[in-house]
């Protein structure tokens, strides 16, 4: 699975738009791109994922470039309760889900 | 709702114990998976399932064994329990392979004095 890359923090004004970004430069063209987040002292929680269109649902959207060597998560009106660390995950899309390994992820604050 | 259940949110155990952590999903799922949670470190892959009395190494096996008996359970086995083994752990649960979002339980905050 290609390796990915993401700020260790951010901060975002509650009810602002949050863009975490996601850098995976090594990507391959069967690898899709998983967002999860993790709220303290819970599981982590899935958001979205997507190959190359742009994916929105109830939670959030997700923006990935052309060359599909980064994306950006956009939480588009944040509250308190979306703070929590945010992994982006590369894997691939048809064979088991077990390879992959979450990163350190961006911590993201979102203040008053 | 997936629901994933943990044994327990909070285990202290001596060194040299076995120790048992139990996973189960109630919603069918094919895949199990646990993973562990170090400060620095993110999460990492200990085992998965991926059908019952079926397991695969993940990235840190060491230490570690796994049993899936049952479809809806997955349990984690520490043989004799280390110092560096304390961690928080969680399970995961998803519907096929590939192409579908992981479901998390609480997790377990293992301590082994």
């Known amino acids: 699975d290609a390796k990915t890359t993401q700020p260790p923090s951010m901060d975002c004004a509650e009810g602002r738009a949050a863009n975490l970004p996601c850098n995976h430069s090594t990507i391959s063209g069967n690898e899709y791109v998983y967002w999860y987040r993790q709220i303290h002292s819970q599981g982590p929680q899935y958001i979205i994922h997507?190959?190359?269109n742009n994916e929105t649902n109830e939670m959030a959207s997700l923006i990935i470039t052309e060359d599909r060597k980064s994306s950006t998560l956009i939480l588009p009106h944040a509250t308190l309760r979306d703070t929590a660390v945010y992994y982006c995950i590369v894997r691939v899309g048809n064979t088991n889900a077990g390879k992959s390994t979450f990163g350190d992820g961006t911590t993201l604050t979102v203040k008053p | 709702d997936v629901k994933v259940t943990q044994s327990s949110r909070y285990l202290v155990k001596r060194t040299g114990e076995k120790v048992f952590l139990e996973c189960v999903q109630d919603?069918?799922?094919?895949?199990m998976f646990w993973y562990r949670q170090d400060p620095g470190l993110g999460l990492r892959l200990i085992y998965f399932s991926y059908d019952v009395k079926m397991k695969e190494k993940g990235d840190i096996p060491e230490g570690y064994s796994v049993s899936r008996e049952k479809k809806e359970r997955f349990s984690l086995i520490l043989e004799s329990a280390s110092t560096n083994q304390t961690s928080m752990y969680l399970c995961?649960?998803?519907?096929?392979?590939?192409?579908?979002?992981?479901?998390f339980g609480p997790g377990t905050r293992l301590t082994v004095t």
């Open positions: 995961a649960s998803s519907l096929l392979a590939g192409l579908r979002e992981q479901y």
């Open positions: 997507g190959l190359k």
């Open positions: 919603m069918d799922h094919e895949n």
